[in-house]
Nanobody
Framework: QVQLVESGGGLVQAGGSLRLSCAAS????????MGWYRQAPGKQRELVATIISGAGTNYADSVKGRFTIARDNANNTVYLQMNSLKPEDTAVYYC?????????????WGQGTQVTVSS
């Protein structure tokens, strides 16, 4: 079992920056993917960025060049540095982790953190 706790959301003006953090606890040794999704009001949850052990990173086209995902394996934490924020980045951001065990894959989600970008 894995628990994910996000922090770092808030209110920022357009063009500003925020850094989100997600601390994982529990049986984290088998996690091979961590990432961030977001969900704006009235919209479906969408992928923002993922980091895959031994395979690099993946970003949504809408955030490429502005957001950077990084993982600190020693502290079981994943970060999302968000620069040049736009009002359309406003959403609840959710941390995500994937843990393959045997033939099954377990998915975990954090509780979400609100990011609001004012114009």
């Amino acid at each position: 079992q894995v628990q994910l706790v996000e922090s770092g959301g808030g209110l920022v003006q357009a063009g500003g920056s925020l850094r989100l953090s997600c601390a994982a606890s529990g049986s984290t040794v088998s996690i091979n993917v961590m990432g961030w999704y977001r969900q704006a009001p009235g919209k479906q949850r969408e992928l923002v960025a993922t980091i895959i052990s031994g395979a690099g990173t993946n970003y949504a086209d809408s955030v490429k060049g502005r957001f950077t995902i990084a993982r600190d394996n020693a502290n079981n934490t994943v970060y999302l540095q968000m620069n040049s924020l736009k009002p359309e980045d406003t959403a609840v951001y959710y941390c995500h982790a994937r843990e393959p065990i045997g033939t099954r894959t377990y998915l975990y989600w954090g509780q979400g953190t609100q990011v609001t970008v004012s114009s």
